[in-house]
């Protein structure tokens, strides 16, 4: 320990040593444990429920190992469905992204422009999205057309939230320091408002991401694009739910790796949020 002394009379002054910040490893063990342990025993309740105590009929959900099983023979299909799937899903997301933060940029720009559509994008996110499946075929055709629609109208109505929420609730004291600057609309903006309603904003974008692999599903159950949801459907529709149940799984794992990759992408675009506002 360090004994502290009195400073004399012209003395100089010792710098006083500051303890430097301890830097973690860049990937914790618990960050790839914990989601490992979770996963077994997820797998580990399935084959309970369906092979342990036979609690539910096979046909209806079938066993991890036939699952892994119809997996691991049609890979040669399930794969490339993935692939399309996947594409499926960012597209739309991005598309959803896009238009969700100018639509919310609207709303919290002009009191009047929310009152007057804010009522129909609630009305918009409140149907059923399953009931415009058939409606987006005659309206759009067949093709990437339908998934993408599904995909968008799943996932724009948390971004648009979020993004007018995050605009409209700038902290107070950083409006003021932008006032006190004389800064311009555009500047105050760019400088403080945007930066301050990202947080906000990916908040929205991680509840949309999850949305987007369900709107890609949903859409091509009407399309004629061979992704995992035109294989679920072909599968199931010929008694084969172990393959269709393979097919679920993929679409899982797709979502929690897309979901992984945008917590990265906030965690690198926005560093100071994790330091400041989190002790995790």
Known sequence: MTQLTEARPGAPEEPVPTARPRRGPAVRPAAVGLPALGLVIAVAAWWLVTSG?????????????DVARSLASTTDVLLPALGITTWMTLAGFLL????????GMALAASRRVERMFAPLLVAVNAVPKIAFGPL???AVGFGQKPILTMVFLLCFFPIVLSTATGLTTTPADLAELGRSLNASWWQSFRKVRFPAALPQIF??????????AIGAVIGE?????????YQILQYNGVGD???AWAAIVLVALMSIVLY??????????LPWVRATTSAR
């Open 241 to 243: 739910t172990a393959t």
């Open 221 to 229: 159950f009407y399309s004629d694009r061979p992704g995992l949801g």
């Open 203 to 212: 908040v929205g974008l991680k509840v949309a991401m999850p949305l987007a």
């Open 96 to 103: 959803s992204a896009a238009v969700g933060v100018l639509i």
């Open 260 to 269: 992984a990759v945008l917590s990265l992408i906030e965690r690198l675009a």
């Open 53 to 65: 105590l036979h609690l539910v009929h096979p046909v209806a959900l079938p066993p991890p190992q």
């Open 136 to 138: 987006l075929v005659v």
